[in-house]
């Protein structure tokens, strides 16, 4: 509902209440652009403006107060650090049965894993063992997903082969496992760092296009990298660019040896039993869990076949076996104790950090958010980055490197029916068998097979032709980023294509916001139409059959308010037009901050130059009066009139829709200030007001107050103006509101036939509410006041209003209508005035 009446001026602004005797007070001089109130005169709703407590404006103690945690948020945040807390009390055996079972699933998966990461790392495969032990131990106590899977990964364990093989060459005396324990440290503790600060939206940084592009490029890396050990081929590095080891492999074909049979043969396994057992479970769905189970094993099984197959070739040739194999895996764990940690590599690990912690944090949040939907739960970013920074600072103590969520054991653990995240207590235990028991067998696995493990791995993170296509339906623009970043990656460093789509994505985004524009918005009447009859406010009330032009269907029309370009996709067969001669009504598309208020503002100011003339012509009495910077042609020492400037109006008013507004920085208001005082003078001697509707938040309307908006301009010499104030009001009330009454009567009069919309028993239930209502309206209805033969009816009670927004500046509008209502009773206000002078 919509009040009029004209306003006072306040402390605070204008007020269409009783106390126009209300002056400004010294510390709100130059706040407003005029320094007289304007008259006003009592209204229906005065009595709601009077010390309206929404015109309070925010102050710099509320938000500090608003900062900082109360004593139970102290206390939430830190239990907040152990969530197992919450569940571990409710512990049960239902639990621990699907515990065990995904544990032990996953663990049998992780060890042959683990160890060929390690070889992805440059370390020794028991570095593997160790960084697989502890990240399933500790991550129950801090992690907040049951799915998720701690422990080496691929593309983690390149980076850090990247920085072993970096220290290798510059300081050759540090062994391979300080360096990367000293990594680890590093990047454990940054990532906790991170979490315990709650800066989990860090992570909303990256962009999705850059983590596709970064995990392509890593697994086509890792893959050609693994190229020479799947051909037993020892005559180069696998450590240079992903281009440069597929040639040197095609290169050194020739010198493939025995090593090349096991390794593809072990490959083709893995993709046979995946690809058959997929398509059992497919043909069989009652034996799906089952195969499932198979399926997943098929490492496992692979692994064994192919040790078995190496134990019989190299049983008799340990010092020169025809294939390749593991070698001596120590039993148990030889590096517990104080990680070292040598000053001479701290400067050069720095270096390395970004891609590691990007990769730490993104990949393992995307996963575990990922399987946080699938399966009903939620996941805290935040604590999983302490669960992330706990799990590598005390891998340290026994030799473990960096390790994250895996993708490929986290959907293992999902499909085999974990409970909760204590099963990777149960994978710990599985690779603390491992490590104490079969590392005699692990002397015969082959490195070849090793290298099919971890191609058939990373395999499925290559980014499929379906989901690129997807990209380029949603944003052409960034599939080009994303293939700059799978070609960095192969033809460069991983870290390099990282890099370049998280800063062109950047750059991107800094270019969107510094050229938004915004856009010009045109009124257009519409109406809400079911089958062939327009409704009102409720869909259960019909107005009238749309196309008779009867009054009802008229009175339920609304203001529509669309780009006059139609470039939102809105049919270009709407008429649009401004509502009012000279007022313009434009909407920021990407907000209102300092890289976009210049072009956004002199995109405005240039659309109201071109739609518009001056308000008096500008006139020289010489020629070298004239400025150099005007671009309005003249004869003689005079303006020229253009015939075309004579049929447009002049600036009266303008309307910013603020709903894509979030805060009002220093430069966007001086901006503001800036275009009104050139606009001022481009229209003087008329007045311009500036409307905005939908502010979003108090912080924005108290800087555009201190900008001196929000408030009229001060009236034209000689021409006195009563402002009249368009304010929104809300019926409260609960039943006697007139949305209650209109609903009431819509279902008093429709029949409940029972066909109707509502069932026979809902219907009798809703006229029984209906009639209670009446009953007590006629029960509280004074006898004096009730109807009487032949006078109009009474109503039974008054409706109670609020005002929506504060008051004390009556040009910040709940929204576009009220304001254009507002821009046009003024303007009109002004016309008449200045008519009858």
Not at 185 to 190: E, F, K
């Amino acid at each position: 509902m919509s009040g009029t009446s004209s306003g006072a001026s306040t402390t605070a602004g204008y007020t269409p209440a009783s106390v126009p005797d209300i002056k400004h007070q010294e510390q709100d001089k130059g706040t407003h652009r005029h320094e007289d109130p304007f008259t006003g005169s009592d209204s229906v709703f005065s009595h709601l403006a009077s010390s309206n407590p929404l015109d309070v404006p925010p102050t710099a103690s509320e938000w500090l107060h608003d900062q900082l945690p109360s004593q139970d948020e102290a206390v939430g945040y830190l239990m907040s650090l152990f969530p197992c807390i919450s569940w571990l009390p409710h512990y049960n055996f239902q639990w621990l049965a699907g515990d065990a079972v995904a544990g032990i699933t996953a663990g049998a998966v992780l060890v042959p894993q683990g160890m060929a990461y390690a070889l992805l790392a440059n370390l020794p495969p028991q570095y593997g063992l160790y960084s697989s032990f502890v990240g399933p131990l500790t991550y129950w106590i801090f992690g907040t997903s049951k799915d998720i899977s701690l422990g080496p990964v691929a593309v983690l364990s390149t980076v850090v082969g990247t920085v072993v093989a970096d220290m290798g060459m510059s300081n050759g005396d540090i062994p391979p496992n300080v360096v990367a324990t000293g990594f680890s440290v590093i990047a454990g503790s940054l990532v906790l760092l991170i979490g315990i600060l709650r800066l989990g939206w860090l992570i909303d940084l990256i962009p999705i296009i850059s983590l596709s592009a970064f995990m392509t490029g890593s697994a086509i890396t890792i893959c050609a990298s693994q190229l020479p050990s799947l051909f037993g081929i020892t005559s180069f590095s696998n450590r240079d660019a992903a281009y440069r080891v597929i040639v040197n492999t095609l290169k050194h074909l020739p010198e493939a040896r025995l090593d090349a049979a096991i390794g593809l043969t072990a490959l083709s396994f893995l993709y046979l039993i995946r690809f058959s057992l997929g398509r059992a479970a497919e043909r069989w769905p009652s034996n799906k869990r089952g195969i499932f189970f198979l399926n997943t094993m098929r490492t496992v099984f692979v692994i064994i076949l192919c040790t078995m197959v190496s134990w019989v070739i190299n049983k008799d040739r340990k010092e020169q076996p025809a294939i390749r194999v593991l070698g001596v895996v120590p039993r148990g764990f030889e590096c517990i104790g104080l990680p070292r940690m040598p000053s001479t590599i701290m400067s050069r690990l720095c270096s390395h950090l970004p891609a590691a912690v990007i990769v730490m944090i993104v990949e393992h949040i995307a996963i575990s958010k990922s399987f946080g939907r699938v399966n009903n739960y939620t996941v805290d970013p935040s604590q999983e980055m302490v669960a992330i920074g706990m799990a590598n600072l005390l891998g340290t103590f026994f030799g473990a490197y960096s390790s994250t969520g895996s993708f490929s054991r986290t959907a293992i653990q999902s499909k085999a029916g974990v409970r909760t995240p204590a099963s990777g207590l149960i994978s710990a235990i599985v690779v603390l068998l491992a490590a104490y028991f079969l590392t005699a067998v692990f002397f015969y696995i082959p490195n070849a097979v090793l290298a099919a493990v971890i191609i058939h791995a990373v395999g499925d993170l290559i980014t499929p032709p379906s989901t690129i296509r997807q990209f380029w339906r949603v944003s052409p623009l960034e599939v080009f980023i994303f293939f700059i970043g799978v070609f960095l990656s192969i033809f460069s460093q991983i870290e390099d294509g990282l890099y370049a789509t998280v800063g062109i994505s950047a750059l991107v985004l800094l270019y969107r916001i510094l050229k938004a524009r915004g856009r010009f918005l045109g009124q257009v009447k519409v109406h809400s139409v079911l089958g062939d009859h327009v409704i009102g406010d409720n869909h259960r009330q019909l107005v009238g059959r749309y196309g008779t032009f009867e009054e009802t269907a008229e009175i339920a029309a609304r203001n529509l308010f669309l780009p006059l370009d139609h470039d939102d996709g809105s049919n270009p067969e709407v008429e649009l037009g401004n509502p009012y001669p000279g007022i313009f009504i434009y909407r920021f598309t990407e907000g209102l901050n300092y890289p976009s208020a210049n072009y956004a503002l002199e995109y405005l100011t240039n659309y109201i130059y071109s739609h518009t003339r001056r308000s008096t012509p500008e006139t020289f009495e010489r020629k070298g009066d004239r400025p150099w910077s005007s671009l309005e042609q003249q004869t003689s020492g005079k303006l020229r009139a253009e015939p075309s400037l004579e049929r447009k109006p002049t600036l009266k008013a303008i309307i910013l829709d603020f709903s894509s507004v979030n805060i009002a920085d220093i430069t966007s208001v001086q901006r503001l200030i800036d275009v009104r005082n050139v606009l001022d003078v481009y229209a003087a001697p008329d007045v311009v007001d500036w409307h905005f509707a939908c502010i979003n938040n108090r912080w924005t309307k108290r800087a555009l107050a201190a900008g001196g908006f929000g408030t009229p301009a001060p009236p034209q010499v000689g021409v006195p103006h009563r402002w009249k104030s368009i304010f929104s009001v809300a019926e409260i009330g609960g039943r006697d509101s007139a949305a209650a009454v209109a609903e009431a009567n819509t279902l008093k009069q429709e029949p409940f036939a029972p066909d109707d919309r509502l069932g026979d028993e809902e219907a009798a239930q809703t006229v029984a509410i209906v009639e209670s209502w009446e009953e007590e309206d006629r029960a509280l209805t004074p006898r004096d006041q009730e109807e009487k033969p032949g006078e109009a009816p009474k109503p039974a009670h008054k409706r109670k209003g609020v005002i929506v927004s504060g008051s004390a500046y009556p040009l910040f509008h709940v929204d576009l209508t009220s304001a254009v209502q507002s821009a046009i009773a003024n303007v009109e206000a002004r016309l008449e005035v200045r008519s009858n002078l």
